[in-house]
């Protein structure tokens, strides 16, 4: 219902089998009575062999992670009308490249949950990239580190309470315990929450917007720096399709921020000035240089 496949879509099989996504595209498909179409690896391979595989089997629905979005173009697939953006942060130039051509929707979810958690309504160039709200038979929650409820707006840890939640991490009690708790929000026996380590917050309009990862952060000159954050501010402006911010060692033993981008037609002193309008001074990265590719 939420991918709002039919007996009429064409739905490419484009995860490998041994990943859990697979699961989604095969049933989803199957369940929905469309036709499910399978090709070998070196046709699901990104760039040429995938664009001319999605436009020779005319396919109208795909789930492709951001990444491999990247390398093809909306305009080459006029029976693509569906797409699902997985697996990886969905960043605002996709929503602008594919939102006015495509259904385009955006969805989380971690291995530990079975395949997904939830999803987006179909984005538009402009809106903020949201991950939605939950599937059927899921809740989320946005808490701190006490696992208190925060309020719209405030970011914390995503958390999950799930019918489909794994058993948990083979051979490895320990993790499993740390990560699946007691379900304080649960009156069931044995109820549990799986804590994901993702950062995110509510929406004002009922969704969830993702922020990267909680254990991203790190120390420099004595303040603390979520690198997710510099990574989403720099997503932001319209030339950057990419970006990683890391903390870099000179050979004399000090600590740097610096950022790494990919783009077109970006001016490193006018993307700093952007930054500087939307992170404290000691967030904006004191080198950013732009690759061709990550």
């Not at 995860?15 to 179409?37: K, N, R, W, Y």
């Not at 797409?83 to 530990?112: D, F, H, K, Q």
């Not at 600590?255 to 000691?282: Q, T």
């Amino acid at each position: 219902r939420r991918h709002g496949f039919s007996p009429a879509s064409r739905v490419l099989q484009f995860a490998s089998f041994s990943f859990d996504a697979s699961v989604a595209e095969i049933f989803g498909a199957l369940l929905a009575g469309s036709t499910l179409v399978l090709a070998p690896r070196e046709r699901l391979m990104p760039g040429a062999p995938l664009r001319d595989l999605l436009r020779d089997e005319s396919i109208s629905a795909v789930t492709l992670t951001p990444s491999v979005l990247a390398q093809l173009n909306p305009e080459d697939f006029p029976s693509l009308s569906t797409l699902i953006s997985a697996g990886e942060a969905c960043p605002p130039e996709l929503v602008s490249r594919w939102g006015s051509r495509v259904r385009l929707l955006n969805a989380y979810g971690p291995t530990e949950v079975t395949v997904c958690a939830s999803i987006s309504e179909p984005l538009l160039p402009g809106q903020t990239p949201s991950i939605g709200t939950p599937w059927d038979n899921v809740r989320l929650f946005i808490l701190d580190a006490s696992l208190r409820p925060l309020p719209v707006g405030v970011p914390g840890q995503l958390c999950i309470d799930s019918v489909g939640l794994a058993r948990g991490y083979l051979h490895r009690a320990d993790l499993t315990a740390e990560r699946f708790v007691p379900n304080p929000f649960s009156n069931t026996l044995g109820a549990r929450l799986y804590l994901t380590g993702d950062k995110a917050r509510w929406l004002a309009d009922g969704t969830l917007e993702f922020l990267g990862r909680l254990d991203s952060q790190v120390k420099l000159r004595g303040f603390r720096i979520e690198l997710g954050e510099v990574e989403a501010a720099l997503l932001l402006h319209p030339s950057v399709s990419q970006a990683v911010a890391s903390i870099r060692t000179e050979t004399s033993g000090d600590k740097r921020l610096v950022a790494y981008v990919v783009g077109e037609d970006i001016d490193v002193s006018v993307l700093r000035d952007f930054l500087k309008l939307r992170l404290p001074e000691h967030m904006v990265p004191s080198a950013i240089a732009q690759l061709d590719a990550l």
